[in-house]
């Protein structure tokens, strides 16, 4: 894989689970399906987030990072 194939992929709107717990005032981490694998990513979010909650990605701050939200329950 190149820097290119990392810079081409978006991860916006891809659902994926937290690994490292993620503070209101830091990074946590979460593994989100890539390419046919799972990459960790940073994460951050406004609000805390436990460990294994499902997640969707809403931006990306740069190549390694994301802001996340809960997965909505129905």
Known sequence: MSATDDADFSPVGVIGRVTV??????PGEVLLPVR???????????????????VIVTDRTSARSVIVEPLPTT
């Open 21 to 26: 717990s993620i503070p209101s005032d830091g």
């Open 36 to 54: 046919g694998g799972t990459e960790a990513y940073a994460a951050w979010s406004d609000r805390p987030i436990a460990r294994h909650t499902q």
